[in-house]
């Protein structure tokens, strides 16, 4: 069973920095991981993407969080992380890990999500 297992989050003052971390277990060696990447969910708001990274490492960014947010993964650990600088109490939200896997090399692929980790900014 695969099961994403997420930390990082926390409470920061704004103008701060966090890291999120999220690794995927119980995918057996044969799974295979395509895109990986983080949503965020604030209070009254819709699920937004934030950052996701392909599996040739091409990236993609909000618009909010361009040139404050790196987003990267460890293809050896099955992990993906996003490095959140310069925060703001806008990006206070529950951040979701979502893995695009398969046990097939080349798909299809289904989507895979953590249980959520919040991350709150104080001004």
């Known amino acids: 069973q695969v099961q994403l297992v997420e930390s990082g989050g926390g409470l920061v003052q704004a103008g701060g920095s966090l890291r999120l971390s999220c690794t995927v277990y119980?995918?057996?060696?044969?799974?295979?991981?395509?895109?990986m990447g983080w949503y965020r969910q604030a209070p009254g708001k819709q699920r937004e993407l934030v950052a996701s990274?392909?599996?040739?490492?091409?990236?993609n960014y909000a618009d909010s969080v361009k040139d404050r947010f790196t987003i990267s993964r460890n293809y050896a650990r099955n992990a993906v992380f996003l490095r959140m600088n310069s925060l703001k109490p806008e990006d206070t939200a529950v951040y979701y890990c979502?893995?695009?896997?398969?046990?097939?090399?080349?798909?299809?692929?289904?989507?895979?999500w953590g249980q959520g980790t919040q991350v709150t900014v104080s001004s």
């Open positions: 990274i392909t599996r040739d490492g091409s990236t």
């Open positions: 979502n893995v695009g896997g398969s046990p097939f090399q080349l798909g299809p692929f289904d989507d895979y």
């Open positions: 119980g995918s057996g060696s044969d799974f295979s991981i395509n895109n």
